[in-house]
């Protein structure tokens, strides 16, 4: 089965960083879109970027551009989230996700549908 658990989360300063993992297992990793999304507190979940892990092609929403990057690395069947320049409206619990290459469409204006694989979060608190 497809598993996904997430890790790295920690309490920050604005201003600094933090990279987070994605350790995936259960499916055949080059094939599928893996994606990185947010809940703050009281709002919804939010798509903040993502990544073909087979040909590197990848998508980032406007909020994050600039201080986020995705990466990611076959060997070890992890995806990356590397986060910059933190701010507080940054806080909220980050999930990782993954959909098949066939169901996600990374040049979409809002390529985040088709992700129905989820890991359980991992905390990130960005204090102001």
């Known amino acids: 089965e497809v598993q996904l658990v997430e890790s790295g989360g920690a309490s920050v300063q604005a201003g600094g960083s933090l990279r987070l993992s994605c350790a995936t297992s259960?499916?055949?990793?080059?094939?599928?879109?893996i994606g990185w999304f947010r809940q703050a507190p009281g709002k919804g979940r939010e798509g903040l970027l993502c990544i073909h892990n087979g040909d590197g092609t990848t998508y980032y929403a406007d909020s994050v551009k600039g201080r986020f990057t995705i990466s990611s690395d076959s060997a070890k069947k992890t995806v990356y989230l590397e986060m910059n320049s933190l701010k507080s409206e940054d806080t909220a619990v980050y999930y990782c996700?993954?959909?098949?290459?066939?169901?996600?469409?990374?040049?979409?204006?809002?390529?985040?549908?088709?992700?129905?694989?989820w890991g359980k979060g991992t905390l990130v608190t960005v204090s102001s």
């Open positions: 996700a993954a959909g098949p290459n066939t169901e996600v469409l990374l040049t979409a204006a809002s390529p985040f549908s088709g992700m129905n694989h």
């Open positions: 259960g499916f055949s990793f080059d094939d599928y879109v």
